[in-house]
């Protein structure tokens, strides 16, 4: 099991792009799944995307234009960057492991981030 | 997409009672990659069952999975009083992976 740490901007006006960075000290990076999961204050959790082992990107779609994820497995971190922000991206935004390699559900989730989008 | 419906929306329910929640899924859920997480206020979700029916590291055995392709149930025996928060199911068998709309189990 390991702790995922988060860091990021957590106040951003419209129309910025939001930066999030996430990952562990110790403990297997690149066999595993990794996901960026959010949470609207109030509401449900909403998928957001994944990288896997190869390493392999995937989006939800709802998001796909406005999201890119990086990974540096040498550093052991993965980012979430999602453009053009409007309130309706104000959430707590979780990373998370998959409990084993190549499964997808996670076991190991970061602290969380409020990003709150105002002006 | 497919959409997870969880019933009922609030579950009443005292300590020592069984807990029966259900996540209903719009189509067939593959290889029943079907996940359930317990949230708690403040706190980032906990990973209860995974693969419909496997219990992660450290879940007590009063937490069990159940269900395949559309019809998913989690059931808790002899509630304690930490179980009561919100639970939410979520598949992964087809992407985008989605979650239910959550559950609150709260104190009768």
């Known amino acids: 099991q390991v702790q995922p740490q988060q860091w990021g901007a957590g106040l951003l006006r419209p129309s910025e792009t939001l930066s999030l960075t996430c990952g562990i000290s110790?403990?297997?990076?690149?066999?595993?799944?990794w996901s960026w999961i959010r949470q609207p204050p109030g509401k449900g959790l909403e998928w957001i995307g994944e990288?896997?082992?190869?390493?392999?990107?995937n989006y939800n779609p709802a998001l796909k234009s406005r999201v890119t994820i990086l990974v540096d497995t040498s550093k052991k971190q993965f980012s979430l960057k999602l453009s053009s922000v409007t309130a309706a991206d104000t959430a707590v935004y979780y990373c998370?492991?998959?409990?084993?390699?190549?499964?997808?559900?996670?076991?190991?989730w970061g602290q969380g981030t409020l990003v709150t989008v105002s002006s | 997409e497919i959409v997870l419906t969880q019933s009922p929306g609030t579950l009443s329910l005292s300590p020592g009672d069984r807990a029966t929640f259900s996540c209903t899924a719009s189509?067939?859920?593959?290889?029943?990659?079907l996940a359930w997480y317990q949230q708690k206020p403040g706190q980032a979700p906990r990973l209860l069952i995974y693969?419909?029916?496997l219990r992660a590291t450290g879940i007590p055995d009063r937490f069990s999975g159940s269900g395949s392709g559309t019809d998913f149930t989690l059931t808790i025996n002899r509630l304690e009083p930490e179980d009561f928060a919100v639970y939410h199911c979520?598949?992964?068998?087809?992407?985008?992976?989605?979650f239910g709309q959550g559950t609150k189990l709260e104190i009768k």
């Open positions: 189509q067939s859920v593959d290889n029943s990659y």
């Open positions: 990288i896997n082992h190869g390493p392999m990107y």
């Open positions: 998370a492991r998959g409990v084993r390699p190549k499964v997808v559900a996670a076991r190991d």
């Open positions: 110790s403990g297997s990076f690149s066999a595993y799944y």
């Open positions: 979520q598949q992964y068998g087809s992407s985008p992976y989605t």
């Open positions: 693969d419909a029916s």
